[in-house]
């Protein structure tokens, strides 16, 4: 433990604390007993998506080491995903495959998310989160949900991009 505070700190550290914080993110209890997020095994992927989406719009126009801190995150995102399709006990020759339609799904939901977003079309951001997370489904917790990630996606775009990448990303409500 105490060596700990000697070692070098490494390249990835950022990477994780940024994924980590997206994940705790994602598990927030509102996300599921406010709003109606399915809290499934789909229902978390859908809202570790939607966060990852966010960090991912926050970076797109940033060049050099914020491209490849984003492509460090997604790499991580989907080797996590990886380990919990084993873990769940998806076979090794059924892994690829799943982990191809969660990349689909995911770059899904980050076009149409930028879409509405930078359109700055609410009902088209409640329909992408309608279809993605929520089945079709429509109502006032679909709404909520719109709601909290344009407040998000404003909280990420007040952070400096070089305090994002260096592991500290700060989501509104959140300590």
């Known amino acids: 433990m105490i060596l700990s505070l000697f070692r070098k700190k490494t390249a990835a550290e950022p ?19 406010d709003w109606h997020v399915p809290d499934t095994v789909t229902g978390r992927f859908d809202m570790i998506s939607l966060h990852l989406a966010l960090l991912f719009r926050r970076l797109r126009a940033q060049s050099g080491p ?22 769940m006990g998806a076979g090794d020759l059924g892994v690829p495959k799943k982990i191809k339609k969660m990349g689909n799904i995911f770059f899904g939901l980050l076009a149409a998310l930028n879409e509405a977003m930078d359109r ?13 997370v929520f089945d079709g489904e429509t109502g006032p917790h679909v709404e909520a949900l719109a709601t909290y990630v344009l407040a998000q996606d404003r909280a990420l775009a007040t952070q400096p991009a070089d305090s994002i990448t260096s592991g500290d990303i700060r989501f509104e409500g959140t300590a």
């Open 15 to 33: 990477v994780y604390a940024v994924y980590s914080a997206i994940v705790a993110q994602s598990r927030q209890p509102r996300l599921y007993a």
């Open 120 to 132: 700055d079309d609410a009902a088209a951001l409640e329909a992408v989160l309608a279809r993605n």
């Open 66 to 87: 914020q491209k490849d801190f984003s492509q460090a995150v997604f790499d991580l995102f989907f080797k996590d995903m990886d380990r919990s399709l084993r873990e």
